[in-house]
């Protein structure tokens, strides 16, 4: 769906200052190509957050340019929380973004139903949040994020809410859709473990001002499984990871 | 199920203890009619005067239920305004809060000056039972969750789709709150009027009925309207209390039962 190489995200020389004056990022560089799974990783305060609402056009840079898809539905996101609609269903929910674009019935339901299977939900379209599990919701919000066929998936520390064997099948379950669909996907956390697991490149940042500190490529093959999740590679590239964000850390309180 | 049966059972044991004491009272001392009436009488009273205390109360609950629809259409629109332009929040609100600390009591006098008096009760009713749908109204459509506000505008809704399918349904609990308590006030304020307006007053609402029983002496009756205006406030409540847990139940935490 992508064509290889292309860039999708380009950020530029962005600089984005509150009107409360905190410097949240600084000349941040970043580009992302068609297909690519991206990890910002920072403490909090890093701004990655920020920088993922800027890529989001949520809010505007102060300084820069930001090149994203422009249109609507080309762009999916996941918040931390599921931040789903309490008084609708499941169903009703991933519809969203179809609804609001206007979309028929008939294609928004097949859209639906497509999305949801894909999430393993395809039985709970009849629930209200209020009756799902944690990983669940965070499902449902994921279907409604794909349910548009983004072209970017942005997701802002979506699983870090969710207990441990939750995050690890939800891991395998995002690196499914994204080896089956190769859409770009750009993904904050503060895991070390979870960046080096999901991510073929990741983008260490530096805490006040958010600023690039070092980009780190993960090599290794995919599927990527519980294998490698115990492998001494991992184990490797969690170590060189890990060591470049306490340096991001000191570097950045000096 | 054992709680369920005291939590029925209870309230009526101690209606049926009241009553009873009440009773008792009043035939053990003797106390005449005029200063108290016994249950007995209060109830023949009731069922003798049914046809007047029967139109007295269709006249309050007209008034009141009018009243109570006036408030809540406005108070509903006025919040959607004050939420959609901050303008007219600024130029509006401290006239609604002035109107809603001002006792209706006092302003009742006035109203009944300027208004003909079936409008003058409207107006009071309405008065006291706009603000509380305003108020809660307001404050549901500015708690919606800033996150799925930010979805919203991803997917770039319009502020037509946002208020429709998004600021609405969440702000739904806290107007139905305000409903709730809009309809007692809408009664409150409706009986206000109706006693201000007292005898010399044409109406033949419950309240004016109960300030004419007094000048009579006709306390029997003074106790039936009493009790009937009680049971339409009881009533409205239970009303609006149904319409709220209709609405929410398969979403909102306050209509859920919990397991225990």
């Known amino acids: 769906m992508n064509a290889p190489g292309k860039t999708v995200v380009s950020l530029r020389d962005v600089g984005k200052t509150f009107e409360s004056g905190t410097v949240a ?21 890093c701004g990655k957050s920020t920088a993922l609402r800027l890529i989001a056009g949520l809010s505007a840079a ?128 503060h895991s070390v473990f979870e960046s080096v697991y999901l991510s073929q490149r990741i983008v260490v940042m530096t805490p006040r001002p958010g600023r690039v500190f070092a980009e780190i490529a993960i090599p290794a093959a995919y599927p990527r499984d519980e294998r490698f999740r115990t492998s001494a590679e991992y184990a490797g590239f969690c170590r060189t990871v890990s060591e470049a964000l306490s340096q991001a850390m000191t570097g950045g309180a000096l | 199920m054992s709680g369920r049966v005291l939590r029925i059972g209870l309230p009526i044991m101690t209606l049926a203890a009241i009553v009873v004491a009440w009773d008792l009272v009043v035939r053990f001392f003797s106390i005449p009619p005029y200063v108290l009436p016994g249950p007995v009488l209060v109830l023949s009273t009731l069922f003798a005067d049914r046809d007047l205390l029967w139109h007295s109360l269709l006249v309050t609950l007209t008034i009141t239920v009018e009243g109570f629809a006036l408030a809540a259409i406005g108070g509903i629109v006025l919040a959607i305004a004050f939420n959609q332009w901050r303008l007219v929040e600024y130029s509006f609100y401290p006239y609604a809060v002035i109107l809603q600390v001002t006792p209706v009591v006092a302003v009742a006098p006035l109203l009944l000056i300027y208004l003909p008096q079936p409008l003058a009760v409207l107006a009071c009713a309405w008065i006291v039972a706009f603000f509380p749908v305003l ?32 600021k609405l349904p969440a702000a739904l609990p806290q107007m139905l709150a305000g409903l709730r308590i809009a309809g007692g006030l809408a009664l409150i304020g409706a009986v206000v009027a109706e006693i201000a307006a007292g005898s010399a007053g044409a109406g033949s609402g419950l309240a004016y009925r109960i300030a004419e029983s007094g000048y009579r002496l006709n306390v029997p009756r003074m106790f039936a309207a009493l009790l009937l205006l009680s049971l339409a406030g009881v009533a409205i409540f239970f009303a609006l209390s149904l319409l709220s847990h209709l609405a929410l139940r398969r979403w909102h935490e306050s209509a859920i039962k919990r397991e225990s």
Not at chain 1, 83 to 99: E, F, H, I, Q, Y
Not at chain 1, 120 to 140: H, I, K, N, V, W
């Open chain 1, 25 to 45: 990022l600084d000349r941040i560089n970043l580009e992302v190509g068609a297909g690519e799974f991206v990890s910002l990783l920072g403490p909090s305060g």
């Open chain 1, 62 to 189: 102060s300084q820069g340019a930001v090149a994203v898809p422009s249109s609507a539905g080309k762009l999916g996101f996941v918040f931390q929380e599921p931040t789903l609609m309490p008084w609708a269903d499941v169903a009703a929910n991933v519809r969203l973004p179809l609804k609001l674009a206007g979309a028929d019935n008939a294609y928004s339901q097949d859209a639906v139903a497509q999305a949801l299977d894909r999430v393993g939900l395809a039985e709970f379209a009849q629930r209200y949040p209020r009756e799902l599990s944690g990983g669940m919701r965070m499902r449902t919000s994921i279907a409604r994020a794909l349910v548009t066929e983004p072209e970017l998936l942005l997701m802002d520390e979506p699983f870090a809410a969710l207990d441990e064997i939750t995050r690890f099948k939800l891991n395998n379950d995002l690196l499914g859709l994204w080896q089956a669909q190769r859409r770009t996907v750009i993904f904050v956390t």
């Open chain 2, 135 to 166: 108020a809660n109204t307001t404050l549901g459509l500015n708690s919606v969750d800033h996150n799925l506000i930010a979805l919203f505008e991803l997917y770039k809704a319009s502020s037509w789709q946002t208020l429709w399918q998004l």
